[in-house]
């Protein structure tokens, strides 16, 4: 069955901090994953997409993933964090471009000034 | 390109009452999503469309729900005698056939009383 797992639900990092937030899928077949955010009163915002090649994808917002196919995994990481990347984050996948996606439970990221 | 738009984006109701969501997709973009998101939870699929034809409906989908597209532009999501356990956010996504990318409206924030 398809399922992803997002093993931390809350967060919390300094500003200026790196930041990486874990993301497991199981999938069948060659997996089209996704990382959304979610601000409060906000629609899900793609921040970035990996359908096939290179297995870094850079995103939105500074913000990179890298798929590891042996881990089952597609974590995302940022450098440095901002005040305004507070919010929540989901990980995602689909079977091909155009599927419906299956999301993590999601991970809320707190910031300390 | 105005972005998905959904209405109303908050609705309260009593136990037993009909209620019906609109979703208007990105102009052009044949598939039209809809998925509910409840507290604490990721977004769970619901069903979708592509052009007017409604291709998948998940088994969340019970028989008090109905989602229509009739001329393949806007969505309608209605759920009929209402139950507590519908309260949830319900969010509407468009993408272009093959595109790859849901775009997701801000959501209808549903309350049953």
């Known amino acids: 069955a398809q399922s992803v797992t997002q093993p931390d639900i809350h967060i919390t990092v300094s500003e200026g901090a790196s930041l990486e937030l874990r993301c497991n899928y199981s999938?069948?077949?060659?997996?089209?994953l996704f990382w959304y955010v979610q601000s409060p009163g906000q629609g899900l915002q793609l921040l970035l997409k990996y359908f096939s090649g290179d297995t870094l994808v850079q995103g939105i917002k500074g913000f990179e993933a890298e798929f590891k196919r042996s881990q089952s995994s597609f974590n995302l990481r940022k450098p440095s964090v901002h005040w305004s990347d507070a919010a929540e984050y989901f990980c995602?996948?689909?079977?091909?471009?155009?599927?419906?996606?299956?999301f993590g439970k999601g991970t809320r990221l707190h910031i300390l000034p | 390109d105005t972005g998905v738009s959904q209405d109303p984006r908050h609705k309260i109701t009593k136990r037993g009452q009909n209620v019906t969501f609109r979703c208007d997709p990105i102009s052009e973009h044949n598939r039209l999503y809809w998925y509910r998101q409840t507290l604490g939870q990721g977004p769970e699929f619901l069903t979708y469309f592509q052009n007017e034809a409604q291709l998948e409906k998940s088994r969340l989908l019970s028989d008090r729900f109905s989602a229509e597209r009739p001329k393949g532009s806007f969505s309608t999501l209605e759920i009929q005698r209402t139950e507590q356990g519908d309260s949830a956010m319900y969010l509407c996504?468009?993408?272009?056939?093959?595109?790859?990318?849901?775009?997701f409206g801000p959501g209808t924030r549903l309350l049953v009383l």
């Open positions: 999938y069948g077949a060659t997996p089209y």
């Open positions: 996504a468009s993408s272009l056939l093959s595109g790859g990318t849901q775009y």
């Open positions: 995602a996948v689909g079977g091909n471009r155009d599927d419906k996606i299956i």
